[in-house]
């Protein structure tokens, strides 16, 4: 049994339906999953749409501030392991509202930890103590932002948040640290580089850049793009995941990166590579020339890298993908007709009012 906070958003949803894939859990009819979400504009049941009508799924919608439903969920269906996916996520977002950061990201995070504690200090001391897990998913913004030459993020690193987003993660992070040394709770956290793959909100830089590209919009840029990022295919991650919630040491922090630093630029360039190669355009011009340099956003951190030697050595982890790889299967992902419906749906509504809003380009 096994509890999964922010299941139906990007990375949520990949780790149910990886929970469900017979070649990475051969044991999943013999396992319940309770994907619990408070469905924002990021969470979408579709995501889930491959597997919801399996017996051993539950879904139950509700934000992880609402104390009384968590108890009731966690009483009821008493899971082994609790994931914590469930977090505002977007720095573009944080910088123009912070409240609903602060609500999910620090307010949320601890009333989850007080319903886990008092649920985990009702169990009989044994077997169910020993067993059970709490794992927290947070980011490597939390270290703050590094120079050119500076060595990737530790575990060890000092915490140095940059942004309304990663300082409300950040405090989410101490706060799980505190409730395990405090009351004993069996907690793990995992902070991880820029994620990318399917049913990924197109707000965040890759899938904005596919959907803009092949709809002949602009391409926007940040300041000189040369900003670096350390990025992870979203199914590197979770199978990282899986090994730290069977595996990892209780009280223990663990890097998840996917040795893969590329600056914006260099992405955008790549994904407009490739879809010259897999989707020409009609006027055999290339995607290059829709890019568009933007406005940079106010204290845009210039690096991020993760060392993930930790999670190497004492799990035995290491990335499936290059991003060469992962950004062809992200792009075959967005182009494939049997998902067209999925992202129709989820640019609905007030996406088209905030992508003008924030990058003020057509």
């Not at 990886?18 to 969470?43: R, S």
Request: charged share 20%; with cysteine; proline share 4%.
């Amino acid at each position: 049994m096994i509890l999964v906070t922010g299941g139906a958003g990007f990375i949520g949803s990949h780790f149910v339906l990886d929970w469900f894939d017979k070649n990475l859990n051969p044991n999943f009819h013999n396992q319940q999953i309770i994907v619990y979400d408070a469905l924002t504009y990021a969470g979408n049941l579709q995501n889930l749409n491959a597997v919801c009508k399996e017996p051993n799924f539950v879904f139950i919608h509700g934000s992880i501030a609402d104390r009384d439903l968590l108890a009731k969920t966690l009483y009821k269906y008493r899971p082994k392991w609790v994931i914590n996916f469930a977090a505002e996520s977007h720095v573009d977002r944080s910088i123009a509202g912070a409240g609903d950061f602060i609500n999910t990201n620090i307010v949320g995070t601890f009333t989850l930890l007080e319903a886990v504690r008092t649920y985990f200090n009702s169990m009989i001391p044994g077997e169910e103590t020993q067993s059970f897990r709490f794992l927290h998913v947070s980011t490597d913004e939390v270290y703050g932002s590094l120079s050119p030459n500076d060595p990737p993020f530790a575990e060890t690193h000092q915490y140095q948040p940059n942004s309304p987003y990663s300082a409300s993660k950040a405090a989410s992070d101490h706060l799980v640290r505190a409730w395990y040394h405090t009351y004993g709770i069996p907690c793990l956290t995992s902070n991880c580089s820029n994620n990318y793959g399917g049913l990924q909100f197109p707000e965040k830089l890759i899938p904005l850049i596919i959907h803009n590209a092949l709809r002949l919009k602009d391409l926007p840029i940040y300041g000189d793009g040369q900003q670096i990022r350390d990025w992870l295919f979203v199914k590197d991650h979770c199978s990282a995941l899986r090994l730290i919630l069977e595996k990892g040491k209780v009280g223990e922090v663990y890097n998840i990166g996917g040795n893969s630093e590329k600056t914006n630029l260099q992405v955008v360039n790549t994904i407009c590579e490739k879809l010259d190669q897999i989707k020409p355009r009609a006027d055999g011009k290339s995607y290059k020339t829709q890019i568009k340099f933007v406005k940079d956003r106010p204290g845009h951190d210039r690096r991020y890298a993760i060392n993930a030697t930790k999670l190497q050595r004492e799990l035995q982890w290491k990335p499936s993908e290059t991003f060469e790889s992962g950004i062809e299967k992200t792009i075959l992902w967005y182009l494939d007709e049997q998902n067209k419906t999925w992202l129709e749906n989820v640019i609905s509504g007030d996406y088209q009012n905030w992508i003008k809003q924030q990058y003020k380009c057509k």
